[in-house]
């Protein structure tokens, strides 16, 4: 047998392939093959999952309904419950904290102050370790295990790493973070120190830890978990599946996630699309994308598009002019060239939806008014209700329609966020240090009470 047969039947045994997702490219590579952009090209991978033998839809649905009562971890984990549709002939061994499985909240007070008549929040700050990072990060490190890596290494603005230490953890890998120093949440790095990883603070952006890891995937020890590694869209997708199963597959309108490096906007467009495939939905909902206004990049490339017609992947841009500087609060999504931009536009693209900006003022009165509802979430996750007002008042979304807004982490993520916020000191960022603080509109500082019940019962009363 010819090296090339012999790789093909190979590959023909596996669950699916690693695929460059260049029109020009095209190439095939082997699921057990370490390389995180295509070998020929430099260009973005993905995995293309062999959906043939997966059963019809009626049966999977019921099959992913019943495991959820059994007592098996692989069918608790909301990710590995879905495994029909994972790269993985078999799950015999996977690393897992019983992710996914995540809520999915009625907001009411959210609805109204965005101007719907009701809007979900799909909660996946409710993982683990308190972000959406861990439905990608049970199946990575599971693969990093079958390759027999030793280290894996992630560039994060907080909540990756902190996801990676986690699972690196419990597999017993060594693990080492990149993060830009003194730009992370307290309460991120307090998690990667907690859970052994070697944080490294670089000097510099999450931009230019994201340029070292490029470099440091060719290594033989190392195994890069950021979301340039298709397997991490593999467990992230799973999302999708358990929204729609969420929704009894009745598929949303709308589905608005925030865009950072574009890992998750990736992972839930190729959810639906496999999803649209294997006959599980009949239509593809339209998928949003929301950005802080300076940190931006994709927003100003859909900007200089022809959204209102089809387009062909071959007619896309080329290149994303990265912003140099980016800035805002929502620190885990302060990114200016995001690695996964052209997944996330071929998504949003293919379904219609939009990629907007919002402004740090309008990202903290919605994430006050999420809190309101009692639900709660970081900063980043906000600017999907911000941006959904804006989608509803712009006429892109009707007052009637069925939206998700998908809240990415916890509230616990930056306590000194929403501190500061409701303290009135939160202050914009500027480049020019000058202070300028964010008027909150949903403001609730803490006030001094004399200790007696009269003083109580009255400023209740005031409060009323
Ligand atoms: N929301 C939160 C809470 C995040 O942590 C991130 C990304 C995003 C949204 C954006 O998601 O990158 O897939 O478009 N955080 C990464 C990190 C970059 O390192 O934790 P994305």
Redesign the pocket.
Known sequence: MNPETARSVQRAAEKGTQRCILPGCRAVFALRERIYVCPRCGGPLEIECNLDATGDAPALREKWKARAASDDPRDRSGVWRYREILPFEDVERVVTLLEGNTPLYDARRCAEYVGLHSLRLKHQ?CNPTG???DTGMTVAVTQAVRLGASTAV??????????LAAYSARAGLQCAILVPQGQITAA?LAQSMDYGAVVCEIDGN?DDCMRLIQELGDDPSIYIA??INPFRIEG?KTVAFELMQQCSWQVPDNVV???????????FGKGFDEMLRLGLIDRLPKLS?IQASAAAPLARLFASLDSTKPMDESQFPTDLAPVADPRTL?T??K?GA?V?WRK?LRAVMKSRGQIITVEEQEIADAKAMIGRDGIG??P??A?TVAGIRKLVASGHIQRNEFVVAVL??HVL?DPDYVSHYHRGTLMQPSHDGSRRPIEGAYRNAPEHVPATKKAILEKLLSRR
Not at 155 to 163: K, P
Not at 259 to 267: H, I, P, Q, R, T
């Open positions: 700050g972000s959406f990072k992630c560039a994060s603005t907080g909540n990756t790493g902190a996801s991120k999450f950021n979301s992230q996630v925030p865009g950072g490096n574009m890992g998750n906007s990736s992972a994308i929502a885990a999504i990114i995001p996964s996330a979430c970081e980043a996750s600017t990415t982490g993520k």
